[in-house]
């Protein structure tokens, strides 16, 4: 893993969030986006090296909404920039580890992304991404 990329936390209203976190971080989201593939409207912040992904469900059966549904809002994920993403999933396989899918798919912030399964990670919900360049 070359570093944290980003930390994804599931809320329930991302425009009350935004000000939150605007106040909270003294700075505006960078960019805001909807993900249709994953069902989430997500926004962003830069802090220093690492990015803050504010992730808002966009319908009632989506990964996120089920999450804040038995979780409540909260952290939701960490995200590790690995390069090439392909290659490192093999390597995690290999050692153990389970992934949501079997090949990368398009996320938000222009990266390919793919989810280790929480079931080999202590129920942390790991996400591997890397640019699509």
């Known amino acids: ?30 960019k805001t986006e909807i993900v249709e593939r994953e069902g989430v409207k997500t926004s962003f912040f830069k802090v220093g090296d690492v990015k803050i992904e504010l992730l808002e469900a966009t319908h009632p059966d989506s990964p996120v909404a089920r999450f804040i549904e038995k979780k409540g809002e909260g952290v939701h994920h960490l995200a590790f920039d690995v390069q090439p993403i392909e290659e490192k999933m093999e390597n ?36 591997l991404c890397q640019d699509r360049g």
């Open 92 to 127: 995690l396989k290999s050692e153990g580890f389970g992934l949501l899918a079997d090949t990368p798919k398009p996320g938000a912030d222009n990266k390919k992304i793919v989810f280790l399964h929480p079931k080999t990670t202590n129920s942390v919900l790991i996400e």
């Open 1 to 30: 893993m070359n570093k944290l990329e980003h930390i994804g936390i599931a809320v329930k209203n991302l425009e009350e969030s935004n000000r939150l976190f605007s106040r909270l971080l003294g700075t505006d989201p960078y």
